[in-house]
């Protein structure tokens, strides 16, 4: 009688959902983009769904490998719900990959134009955050260029921070009067037009003496900027 041949049974698939891949092109398993298990209803806060909505858009910009705007995402997450500590531990999980993935993409600005250059570009993309950490280091660098204290006036201004805002912009008017009359129409700087602190910096300074005739002269233009 012939020995039957024993057949292997299929492998099993893994039960759960795939864990999250953190090298590479840092792909991300679609199980992931469900958020952590949500607390009770009568346990939620009425922040919860907004917390969970802008971290699921984090996960989506990192699933395009858009690591920069992921990053602003999940750093808002911690930001403005430091409530919502079921999130927090995944979110911070999934910034230190952004960081990793963009130390990789593009190498760090050396000198002042290039952090001026790079603020800039975050400015424009709506990524406050980086744009103040690079300008922070102008001002580290040039206590008085007024540039970089006007751009830090603008990134604040855009995260709904008045204080720090106004205060870098007095110092960038103080160091060039001709921030004054840019402020004043500036769009950027629309989140300031109620607070009494910025209207008060961009009044002209009374003369303290009456003018004595003098040439007048062409301002100077600014270049690089």
Excluded: W
């Excluded at 099993?12 to 792909?27: F, L, Y």
């Excluded at 909505?53 to 690591?67: D, I, S």
Aim: proline share 10%.
């Amino acid at each position: 009688m012939a020995k039957q041949q024993r057949r292997t049974p299929p492998p099993r698939p893994a039960k759960g959902p795939a864990p999250a891949q953190t090298s590479g092109s840092a792909s991300i398993s679609t199980h992931e983009v469900r958020p952590p298990v949500a607390p009770a209803a009568s346990q939620r806060r009425p922040t919860y769904g907004e917390a969970v909505t802008l971290y699921e858009r984090g996960l989506e910009a990192l699933q395009r490998h858009a690591y920069d705007q992921a990053a602003n995402a999940f750093e808002s997450v911690l930001r403005q719900y430091p409530e919502e500590k079921e999130l927090h531990e995944r979110v911070r999980l999934y910034l230190n990959i952004c960081q990793r993935q963009s130390a990789r993409q593009e190498p760090k600005p050396q000198t002042v134009e290039e952090r001026l250059f790079a603020a800039t570009i975050a400015i424009n993309g709506g990524q406050y955050d980086q744009a103040i950490a690079h300008l922070r280091l102008v001002r580290d660098e040039d206590p008085d260029n007024d540039h970089a204290l006007y751009m830090l006036a603008v990134a604040h201004a855009q995260r709904d921070e008045p204080a720090e805002a106004v205060a870098h912009l007095e110092r960038a008017i103080a160091l060039n009067p001709e921030n004054r009359g840019l402020a004043r129409t500036d769009p950027d700087l629309d989140p300031l037009r109620d607070d009494d602190a910025f209207r008060a910096a961009l009044e002209a300074p009374p003369s303290a003496a009456a003018p004595r005739p003098t040439v007048k002269r062409p301002l100077k233009a600014r270049t690089g900027r």
